[in-house]
């Protein structure tokens, strides 16, 4: 039997999952580590941490599987978007990574957009440059660590800095590079024009993949490491959107996936680069060759009901370790004894600020009409419901692109709960399907490679042979009723707040 691999480098913890040729899962591993903010609006993280938990979490996963590591015939790689590695001429890390949420970037998004020319800019990359992306990291390195700017020679995505430590090669691929503002998305290349234009050096950068391309191949020094056979294949594998993409079928028109994890993310298929003239979602090339996605992104989705289980749960957390249960079912079960709309308790989800349909650093999480009658059920169905409006955005912007909506497949942790994946539906007025498999990014980057390795023809053939849904929570016709009158109340707060959301950041910033 030949077994595949793949890994997801996320925010808070590295996954490793092994799926035989059927795409049955036998072994996981996971490894958590920890996310720094050592300013407000900073977020960082230790390479090192990366590679540390990835070790860890292979080995874990070859474990519960019960083979050994010749016994993998590919790796695929996934990750969080946009962070920036920043490597010398040893390849060793500069200075902590610069993540995805990260945003002290504003000013060197203006000069970006300055320097190339916004027409220009969009043209190259099919989006607006924003702080979560990569380039305005570099730029702000340049600006503000000079020091540290002179010794980079190298600038790596996360996912890509494990690669190299697996197999001693620079690489990335499309669909991660995508976001990076440094990528012409039509043509699927880097981009001579805002390269030159931003002075930035073509040798920072590695090579550019397709995403089910051999990229490499596993060292002796990381097969002692990880126990994984020297000379395995390493496909480029995809950012940890697409990779999800992939691991939830969406590879043909008209399916679409509403992932709830840390982030929220509305993601649809696109046969060619298509975007919204608002510019308030993203078309970045997919993992399927030749393909794109559009997707809307908000920042706080799972993040936001986290923010509440570690902040006004302690209760349901202490309860649910004497019981052996996730809190989660515990916060859900009394998320469901409050009523629809919460009791006009509206949630707006912008912990992090926000990406779709507001990209706007500044924004700030609300709790409008809070009233003496709310208890914590309201507050914990108030936060799901806020966050379902916040998909519901994107949704929405996507149709308007004129891209066909015929299924929506939920997935991520979210989609765990059929409380959430309820209010999910109800709020958009969209039926949404589970698939037999919900395990994420590290499931589409092992199909990735079951393609590199020449298991499948083509992504989309893998998709078709792995993948099937199982089941559909329908709209409750009078639920959405009422949700669409307390969404077009959410969507009028952030156009109330928004000057205030600037003047609170004047305060807390200075």
Partial sequence: MTYLMGIDVGTTSARVLIIDEQGNVIGSGVTEYPLDTPRPNWAEQDPHDWWAGTVASIREAMAEAGISGEAIEGVGLSGQMHGSVFLDAKDEVVRPAILWCDQRTAKQCETITETVGEKELVAETCNPVLTGFTAPKIIWLREEEPENFERVRKVLLPKDYVRLRLTGEYATEVSDASGTSLLNVP????????????ELSPELLPEVYESPEVTGAITAEAAQETGLAEGTLVVGGAGDQAAG?????????????????????VFAHLDAPVMDEGLRTHTFCHAAPGKWHVMGVMLSAGGSLRWVRDTLCAEERAAAEEMGRDPYELMTEEAARAPVGSEGLVFLPYLSGERTPYPNPNARGVFFGLSLRHQK???IRAVMEGVAYGLRDSLSIIEEMGVQVEQVRASGGGARSELWRQIQTDVTGRPHSLINVDEGPAYGVALLAAVGAGIYDSVEDACSATIRVVETADVNEEHRALYDRYYALYQGLYARLESSFDELAALVLG
């Fill in 187 to 198: 043509e699927r290349r880097w981009s001579e024009l805002i390269l030159q234009r931003l």
């Fill in 245 to 265: 993409g992939v691991g939830n079928g969406i590879v043909q028109t008209g399916v679409v996936s509403s992932t709830t994890g840390t982030s929220g993310v």
């Fill in 377 to 379: 059920a309201h507050i």
